[in-house]
């Protein structure tokens, strides 16, 4: 199985960018035992990270109650349809132990084939996804730093090139006085990001999240609702 997670490794970093595995009999284990064996996968594939200020290396995608419109808010946390993003993390993985009444569907997109065809029928607009744009770190700041974030939606790292997005955060960064705003280029350029051609996904896989963006429908949590999401690495 190591041998398995190694040619994962090579094809998140210099495949297509996902990997699906099934056959996980999670109703056999415990919720924790489920979270071991999903963090024991994800040890093979990197180093794991937190990305909320909480420290959370394992989190919960689930309907908590938290309302969509609060700017402080995570839209996983609510039953709210998920645009296509990006996480702040090279390869994020997904353990689905619970599916939703209704809805919930997982689908994923290339950033780079999104990239390439925005270039191929407006250059004029992939070239504005170079630039710096604001994205909101929705609460949690670092002391003394901005309550937002600045970088472009693409750069290129050594030959490759990488994305990191979130429109909903984009959106809700422009609130902020001292954000840099979204000129006509930039704006319509992301939001041709979101209209991709995707790909159904039956169970959540890992993702690498440089050449890849997540979405996911409008959800109707049943109880104990529960999809584990593996610490960032």
């Not at 004029?124 to 996804?129: C, G, I, V």
């Not at 992301?190 to 890992?206: K, N």
Request: proline share 5%.
């Amino acid at each position: 199985f190591n041998e398995f997670l190694a040619s994962m490794q090579y094809e998140l970093r210099n495949g297509i960018g996902f990997k699906l595995i099934r056959g996980l009999p999670t109703a056999d284990y415990s919720a924790q035992t489920c979270a071991t064996i999903f963090c024991g996968i994800g040890s093979y594939l990197g180093s794991a990270r937190s990305q909320n200020a909480a420290g959370h290396l394992l989190g919960h995608v689930r309907d908590i109650g938290a309302d969509v419109s609060d700017p402080k808010s995570r839209i996983y946390q609510t039953t709210a349809r998920q645009s296509f993003h990006t996480d702040s993390c090279d390869v994020v993985g997904l353990l689905c132990l619970t599916e939703a009444m209704e809805g919930g569907d997982s689908m994923l997109a290339s950033s780079v084939t999104a990239f390439n065809e925005i270039s191929r029928q407006r250059p004029d607009l992939a070239a504005a996804l170079f630039e710096v744009v604001a994205t909101d770190r929705r609460g949690e700041v670092p002391p003394g730093q901005e309550p937002f974030f600045t970088i472009p939606v693409y750069n290129w790292s050594d030959g490759f090139l990488t994305c990191i997005y979130q429109r909903n955060y984009i959106n809700s960064a422009q609130r902020f006085e001292t954000a840099p705003k979204l000129n006509s280029a930039r704006y319509i350029s992301e939001a041709r990001l979101q209209r991709p051609g995707a790909s159904r996904s039956v169970m959540a896989p890992t993702i690498g999240q440089h050449t890849s963006y997540t979405s996911s429908g409008y959800a109707e949590s049943c109880p104990m609702d529960d999809m584990a999401r593996n610490g960032d690495h």
